[in-house]
């Protein structure tokens, strides 16, 4: 098992979940990097604690009364899951597809959303966009429910257009009304009241109601349409597979996937005017897009398998987004290994970092990358992973510390502690900077003469989760 | 809906969702005094904590107030589970996150609390089903323990049995509890899918259930409650269910559940109109499309299903189910 392998293995963690221990990263080592790129994308994730488990305790992360609890719950499989590829897809789409409760007021109904991005988010882009379409949550906050034969409201139409498929500059303002008209009719049981009840957060008189798609056919515009250039009585499934078909689409998701799973690309509104980072990266992902019939899960096997994703030079460049900084680092430290009231407040921490979970601030979602961090989320950051890897009450920080101690021969060499520390938090790669102010650290802190203590190593780590190479992937 | 026995029946629902004062946010037991004042103990949420409170009320929905908090002050709670209520009319409050046993006056006021983290005599890993016997002696539910712990009403422990497992006897994650007029005991052995009975010594008797969504089949259940001929009553948290199996153990009942509005329910909309009228246009029972057949999906569409019901009390002729997720108690007439 070479070093090399182990640091590539730990990148491929990092992107295609929360990251790894070193444990965790010697074991997929000794099975292989292909293997485990498929493992991932071929089976389903085993999470061990039930939800049944996690409803008894906390009743309202399966009945979402409050605004933050789906989120909570969703943490919870992000943590608790072997292999959390389907998590970090979710919230993948969850970014794009950004649908948020400011104007549901319905956890419930976000909470069922992300279960449909963990079903379909691997699967058929084509068949992900007819999901999307039918989501509830997605009709109530684009107003789908609101557009009618005759008088339609076109802003599911054109985001469907602008930020879930094709991107600006690929279709004109006809095209908007015209896929708009498609989908009249397509809207939730009982809309008036459910989106009353979302109007005014009423939780009355029982508590919240769950929503589902309802097809109207008398509200249905079943006259001709040209869209794209094609003309026919198109309903919504026909928009979308006209939508499937186009380059500009396959290019669009393409430049998604790098920009998540590989490297920042810029602002999605910079898009048509500025060309991809790495444009043969782009190309060769379009081409698995149509190859493999639009199908998302073999586009991520091209893409962890790829020259370009294996390339040191996109390691640890991007930043951690408050969700992934929060779960990796709960990952690690084990905190949770069964239902526990203070997960919430962790949950809390990403909001205050600037993300929280199914409340995205607007229909663009989230602006990932450099901007994730100013004045007050850094400090957040650096406070929340220092303080859970500082902690050595915890389960996962408890055998780091003995793994680290086990590894280590008396006297204490400061040097070999460092690099020993870094290793079982997943192979954390530093510059030589870093490191040598974690040397300085752990020389200035540490009693070499006698053995080393639980506490001195909690020290160091809680150092090393303030350091930027932590807040990275 | 499968009904077998014409001897229950269903009657009406009581309260209505509030995070605070008259109504119940996420009510997870309730439990009688010697005046029929009913004490309906709330859980709340972890980011909304205001339902962590005890709402006193009757039959006839009158309501008389609220007491008890969030909090880890004396007379607080942070994840309380269960209630029961003594001879002399005090309140016991379990509290699985804090492992207290807090004992209250009927007026809200705190007397004393027993037990902490462990799982030695006394203490507890997540105290839940609470009952009193005859003799006024605690029977508590030490469910992440496996065991029945006993105390007297000072609290002093007095014997414990169970261990945890899956065999006759053994109990994984047990939830509610209650006691027949025998002085026997039947726990809601909430891991093993299964109602068992013991007697008062803590020796097995008998079992009921076992894993699966048939009408005879138990999912997860939370609580039970017993009538005088020894019918047992099921809250089937699981299959989100009410079910009601005769002494030997055969099904007499199964229901997914028949709320309607109740009297506070029917004030909240007569003086919100808008909702009242939006509420009346709806088809609020309806094909069920798919849910793969998920049980607590279904609830969360269907208004009058029941949906994670937690507690389950049989009194005088009646059963009161606390329907927790819909913050409501549905009532039973049992002939």
Known sequence: MSNADVLLMAHLMRRAGFGANKGELDKLVKNGYDKTVDYMLDNDPNIPVSEYMIRRYQPDYGASLGSTTNGANWMYRMIWSDFPLREKVALFWHGIFATGYAKLANGKVLHDQIKMLLKHGLGNYQNLLVELSRDPAMIIWLDNCESHKGAINENYGRELLELFSMGTGNYTEEDIKEASRAFTGWTIANSDYMTLKCQRDSVWPYGRLSMHFEYNPDDHDEEEKTFLGETGNFNGEDIIKIICEQKATAKFISRHLYSFFVADEPPVPEWPYKEPNDPEAIEMLSKVYFDSGYNIKEMLRFLFKSDFFKSEDVWNKRVKSPVELVAGTLRLTKEFNRPSRDQYFTTLNAQYMGQWMMSPPSVEGWHWGTEWLDSGTLVERVNFSSSSLGNKDNIGVKEIINNIKSSLDSPIDSEKLVDASLEQLGALSTSENTRSILIDYADSNLDSSEEINDEEIAELLKFVGAMPEYQRS | ?335
């Not at chain 2, 009904?3 to 995070?19: E, P, V």
């Not at chain 2, 039959?59 to 002399?88: D, H, L, R």
């Not at chain 2, 030997?248 to 709320?259: F, M, P, V």
Request: include cysteine.
């Open chain 2, 1 to 335: 809906m499968t009904t077998i026995s014409s001897k229950i029946k269903y009657k009406n629902t009581m309260g209505l969702a509030a995070m605070q004062g008259r109504g119940f946010y996420y009510p997870m037991d309730l439990a009688f005094d010697s005046s029929e004042k009913i004490y309906v103990l709330g859980r709340g949420h972890d980011g909304d904590p205001r339902g962590c409170r005890i709402v006193v009320m009757d039959m006839n929905e009158e309501y008389y107030g609220t007491f008890g908090s969030f909090g880890n002050e004396n007379g607080q709670f942070i994840w309380p589970s269960c209630i029961a209520v003594n001879s002399k009319d005090n309140l016991f409050i379990s509290d699985e996150a804090t492992n207290k046993i807090t004992v209250m006056s009927k007026e809200g006021n705190y007397i004393s609390s027993f037990g902490e983290f462990g799982s030695g005599n006394g203490q507890f890993d997540g105290p839940n089903g609470l009952a009193f016997d005859h003799d006024d002696n605690l029977y508590v539910v030490d469910h992440r323990n496996g065991r029945v712990q006993v105390f007297d009403e000072d609290g002093k422990f007095i014997r414990k049995f169970g261990k945890p497992g899956d065999l006759s006897g053994e109990l994984n994650l047990p939830w509610g509890i209650t006691i027949d007029s025998k002085n026997n005991l039947y726990i809601a052995d909430w891991g093993n899918h299964r109602i068992q009975e013991f007697s008062n010594d803590g020796d097995f008797i008998k079992s009921i259930g076992s894993y699966g969504k048939k009408d005879t089949d138990l999912i997860h259940p939370s609580d039970v409650a017993v009538d005088l001929k020894g019918n047992v009553f099921v809250t089937d948290w699981g299959n989100h269910r009410f079910k009601a199996f005769n002494q030997n153990g055969d099904l007499i009942y199964s229901t997914r559940g028949e709320a309607t509005l109740s009297k506070w329910a029917h004030d909240f909309l007569n003086t919100n109109i808008e909702e009242k009228e939006a509420r009346s246009k709806s088809k609020l029972v309806f094909e069920l499309p798919g849910f793969d057949k998920d049980p607590h999906e279904e609830s969360s569409h269907v208004e009058k299903y029941f949906w994670s019901p937690t507690s389950i009390t049989f009194y005088k002729g009646e059963i009161i189910i606390v329907d927790s997720n819909r913050h409501r108690l549905p009532v039973y007439l049992v002939s």
